[in-house]
């Protein structure tokens, strides 16, 4: 059936594409004319001929040549090319009659009479029937013409005949006055400019039409040779492109519509002035063909109109099944899923709670489902409704919606034969729990009668009717026949079940029979008796006189009770234990990683709850602020200084609102399942919260406008109908404590995820965050500076800022001012820039909340290319000194603590390691090219190219260490050592003084004897002062200032403040201070003679001057290479 719809639905395209094929061809193979009115515009303006539109009495059209004095000067072609216009205009029935030419000349002279009669003769296109000539009017040309022509005759070979006329009277004799124009004393309106501009109108029209009919023959064939695709992308893209291509078409017929009738009104508009003149026949031409091109472009727009609309139904049932087909496969696909899964469900429990936790799984798992099957259901309805509406694809549809129904059919089927073995589970295990609960209920009875009561007859009998009506309840909650339940639970009945119906069933035999033993001994007690009987009372060991029952009975009771117990849960103990001693066997790992999985879950959840309320909150003040203040009926309450502020207000809110709630919060809710990769979510969406800067740069100017603004009525009126507890400011806020928050769930998250896959995306995003935050602080305070001129943005991205005490020393200062300098340091916030290092002041604004924020007036900067350190100043570890321009100036800095001072030097170090790296790489770029240069070797020894080549192969040396700082000290051959207490401070000459060179000055006082002797009482545990080898590797090195090498000499001279202990290196000379918590890792157990080590692969690093410079280090590496 398929087949015959699609073969008929192709059948019916094909007959639709033969019938606009049809419609174009006879568009296209209308004739038009090979000359156009447009291309020889220029030719018809000279009006040396045209066509007015009169006929003769058999209709011949008539061709005027009116008296035009340079008709001889005309050119050939342009005559010929007029000649073949004007007659093609006329139809080919009018054209065959012939034509009439009427040549005035009643101006002119013989001799141009008889050239015009001439050149007509012999290059006139078309057949003549007759010629009316209008001789000169003149006396003497009129009597020379009728001669010459009279005897000249002959000369003009024209096989029709030539009338010399020699009045107009005399024309209105062979044509009617009606047929000729005003010049030639006729009554036929002709306007040549007029008649120029439709005949450039209609022919343009028609090679419109003509364009259109071959663009949409050629759309048509596009569109009949077009091949179903066969998925839903490639459908709709078809289907959209064929679309617009039908829009441009329709519009193009569309426009040449519009201008056909536009050309129809053009040609009316001179009869529609003039009621009473009629038409004349080249104008009634003009009509009709107009009249002609619009029927042929209407007939093409339908026939076009009807194929569309077979190929749009083709491509529209095409995209349906595609779809169909699509969601067939993802609906059969979750359905094979769901069939798998219940067919794991095969427990039938263990315990009356079991199965109905199973049953609530069940149900569950069922609602779940629900909405797959559903999707089935109306995806097989759906085709269904394909089939009615007559698709081609039904032979490909119908098994498919079978298919659908089968398989919802089989998945119900499964759900209700699993429901109903849990029921039947159910049902058995309520059974056992009854008969159980029975038996130890009698069991208790038993247990609980008291034995002196029962000797007595009545109470014999007592405690006998008391069984009685006990078994009596045994009907209900007994198993009556262990055969019966087989058979009635057989589907459901697994060897664990079945042997404990067995234990359960033998339990109740046992219960049954001592009631039994306990009826039969109490009917003998309650047997009349013949005699008195003398009561004994009970022994007190056996028995007491407590109405409770005996010990021995009790345990027994709680013996019965817990064997009871045992036979209830003996399946679930069971699994239990294994489970337990499978835990034991893998040493609790197991319950650990449950445990953390927990509380990863926990933080999860916390993440995603936030985040909601979070997104809620923000979309809350957009709504209920933001866009109230653009609302017409509140601009009443707002006040003049809170106009067109609201960017100021509320900040790029919106831009971050759109971010959590349309991206991120979406990501995240992906990692429900699987918390510990959240770190991912974070990562890739890194760039995104960048956002956040422009926030927190834009709050103190928020906060601001609120301080003067907060008591609006606005506000007021906008809180009142949130019903917010809290006013704005407070939710403006909100995007500051939310970026805050993120670090410490991604903490949270990491402390539980140690372990895991996604441990380490957790950390690079917790870096990340932090990161950011560290951006966002910095730059409040960097916009805070005033008073630079320069733009910051030229100084490099901003490293670190933060407050110090600073002290300066100038070397061509008063000495007034340097001792006054050395003791009262000033207050200092400094900016670490890529290119600068800037020094302010702070200075605290009054106010509250962010107004309260301190400004910092600029003070100078240091360019840090003639920047150098020394990162050790008189044994304090907070200090450390930036001197500039080889320490004509010289900035003593005190850090808070030693951690920040160690960080801010490690950050300027880096700063100043990449600029020699930049310097080194440039040096070596020029020595290569200045070797290149050079000219080949020469034997001898001392030559400058052996020089040069020897200065190459050095630097191709140094390039192996990038970080070495050999080989820059100048002209020597090596680098002299600094003395004690010196670093390097720039590269020294022979010549130059030792006090020149004060890059170090940790140790310039002397060491302290008294805690030197303390030091060398100290315990065993503790470090003493003395002298060490280096024998062991420091994988993480113990300082930044030393160069350690194993075998290395050392010598721990002195322990400082904070933890410090100040190291010289007996190798190199060089000093330093090493944590001591760095030095006790190192220190072998045997004594002073201990143990310090470097690897190798540190050195490089290590050798790098606490007082390094890259400009003086470029200076000395230039001047290396040209010695």
Known sequence: MTLSLLSLLSRDLSTLWLLLKTRTDEIMHHDISPLCAADIRDQLQKRFAYLSGGRGQDGSPVITFPDYPAFGDVPDQDFQNVMTYLTSIPSLQDAGIGFILVIDRRQDRWTSVKASILRIAASFPANLQLVLVLRPTGFFQRTLSDLAFRFNRDDFKMKVPVIMLSSVPELHGYIDKSQL?????????Y????????????????????????????????????ELPNDVQSTSSVLLAHTEKKDRAKEDMRLALVEGRRVLESIHEPLARSPDQSPNQDQLDSQSTVHRLLAQLNETEAAFDEFWAKHQQKLEQCLQLRHFEQDFREVKSALDVLAQKVTTFTDVGNSLAHVQHLLKDLTGFEEKSSAAVQRARTLSQEGERLIEHKHYAVDSIRPKCHELRH?????????????????KSLELHGLLEASMKWCDEGIYLLASQPVDKCQSQDGAEAALQELERFLETGAENKIQELSKIFQDYEPILTKDLLEHVQRVFQKQESVEEMFHRRQASLKKLAAKQTRPVQPVAPRPEALTKSPCPSPGIRRGSENHSSEGSALRRGPYRRAKSEVSEGRQGRGGSTGDEESLAVLRRHVM???????????????????????????????????????????????????????????????????????????????????????????????????SLWRQCSDCPFFQECQKKLDHKLSLDSYLLKPVQRITKYQLLL?????????????????????????????VNDSMHLIAITGYEGNLSDLGRLLMQGSFSVWTDHKRGHAKVKDLARFKPMQRHLFLHEKAVLFCKRREENGEGYEKAPSYSYKQSLNMTAVGITENVK??????????????????????????????????????????QACREASQHRALEQSQSLPLP???????????????????????????????????????????????SKTSHPSETPEDNDGWSSTEEPVNSSDAEEEGRAGPGKLVPGRYTVTRLDEKGVSDVLALRSGDEVELVQEGDEGLWCVRNLSSGVEGWVPARSLSTLLCQGGPVGCLSSPESSAGSAVLSPSSSCSESCTAALADLQG
């Open 875 to 916: 044994g304090d570890a907070k200090k450390f000194e930036i001197w500039y321009n080889a320490r004509e100036e010289v900035y003593i800095i005190q850090a808070p603590t030693p951690e920040i001072k160690a960080a801010w030097v490690s950050e300027i170090r880096k700063v100043l390691t990449s600029q020699l």
């Open 181 to 189: 124009t005003e010049d030639l004393g006729g009554t036929l309106a």
């Open 938 to 984: 020469t034997p001898a020894g001392t030559s400058p190219s052996k020089a040069s080549t020897r200065n190459i192969k050095k630097l191709e040396e140094r390039k192996t260490d990038p970080l070495s700082l050999e080989g820059y000290g100048g002209p020597t051959p090596q680098q002299r050592a600094p003395e004690k207490g010196k670093g390097w």
């Open 407 to 423: 398989l919802c059919d089989q998945f119900a089927a499964d759900v209700e034969r699993r429901r109903g073995l849990l029921g």
């Open 191 to 226: 306007c040549h400019s007029r008649w120029l501009r439709h005949r450039t109108a209609i022919e343009s029209f028609a090679l419109l039409v003509k364009q259109t009919a071959q663009m949409l023959q050629t759309f048509g064939t596009e569109l009949a040779e077009t």
């Open 605 to 703: 959840k916390e993440l995603l709850d936030t985040e909601r309320v979070y997104v809620e909150e923000l979309l809350c003040v957009l709504e209920g602020y933001a866009a109230e203040m653009d609302n017409p009926l509140m601009t009443h309450l707002i006040s003049t200084g809170l106009q067109n502020k609201k960017d100021i207000l509320f900040g790029n809110m919106e831009e971050i609102y759109h971010f959590h709630n349309r991206i991120f919060l979406r990501e995240l809710e992906n990692y429900t399942d699987c918390p510990e990769l959240v770190g991912r979510c974070f990562l890739e969406r890194m760039e995104e919260f960048q956002i956040y800067e422009k926030y927190c740069q834009n709050k103190p100017r928020s906060e």
């Open 747 to 775: 903490k949270e998250m990491l402390k539980y995820s140690k372990s895991c896959e996604g441990a380490e995306d957790l950390q690079e995003a917790l870096s990340s965050i932090l990161g950011i935050l560290k951006a």
